[in-house]
């Protein structure tokens, strides 16, 4: 049987990536976003020209009736859920220093990165829970985190708080969910090049220049993939509740 996964946020940018990635790895597609269809039907058409069958369910992650909707339409479609790649996400609308980041700012991001995450992959865990088990494990949960779930940056707090969140997350559910057949996993993104990170190119380009990155260069949407198709495949079944630096090498502490 074909085995289905699910993509949140995955229209554009890294979620679009992962998509497409599993797609061609021979998984079903079921993309979950916020945003009108027709603004990517591109990337639709793109699926589609490479044999993906997919299914895209418009909803919010942090809406419990989207949720449910969600996982009722994949099953219907498809049969099963066999990937969860909670990769949905948003930056603070305006990045202020931590003393003056609004109660608004930190319930919007933590809302959508951290609860909607949480509470998704619950639903989605009890989904699998009643699936046979078909090959050499149950399911598999990835999140995409952030190098910011460790690394400072004082004028966006509520997005480090929410990724560090999702760390934690890794490790809960990987640690209930283990006994069930069910991997849990993280990818740690840092800089890569997307719509996020569009504002402040000046920033990393510099960053870049000036050596703190051993990796010189932009992280594509495709390095992230890449690794998600890892986790995704059946090479990783003695590991659970890890996480993946996919940076540059931005995680290296050197003197």
Not at 4 to 23: N, P
Request: aromatic share 8%.
């Amino acid at each position: 049987m074909k085995k289905t996964a699910i993509v949140t946020g995955g229209s554009r940018g890294i979620g679009y990536a992962i998509a497409k990635r599993l797609g061609l790895d021979g998984f079903n597609i079921v993309i979950m976003d916020m945003n009108d269809p027709e603004a990517y039907q591109d990337h639709f058409d793109e699926l589609k020209a490479e044999g993906i069958d997919f299914l895209y369910v418009r909803g919010n992650i942090c809406s419990a009736e989207d949720r449910e909707r969600l996982i009722t339409q994949t099953v219907e479609r498809f049969g099963g859920i066999h990937v969860l790649v909670n990769n949905a996400g948003v930056a603070p609308k305006v990045r202020a220093d931590l003393l003056e980041m609004t109660e608004e700012s930190f319930d919007r991001v933590v809302g959508i990165n951290t609860k909607g995450n949480m509470f998704l992959t619950q639903a989605v865990a009890r989904q699998m829970i009643e699936q046979p088990i078909e090959g050499r494990k149950r399911g598999t949960i990835i999140n995409i985190s952030s190098c910011s779930a460790v690394v400072s940056s004082t004028g966006r707090g509520e997005y480090c708080v929410s990724k560090a969140g999702v760390s934690m997350l890794t490790t809960l559910y990987a640690d209930r969910l283990a006994r069930e057949g069910i991997l849990v996993n993280e990818v740690r993104p840092g800089v890569i090049a997307t719509d996020m990170t569009a504002t402040v190119q000046e920033k990393y380009n510099k960053m870049f220049e000036d050596g703190v990155f051993p990796i010189a260069r932009w992280g594509l949407p495709e390095d992230i993939a890449s690794a998600v198709s890892a986790l995704a495949g059946d090479d990783f079944l003695y590991t659970t509740g890890n996480y993946i630096d996919v940076d540059g090498g931005f995680h290296i502490q050197r003197l």
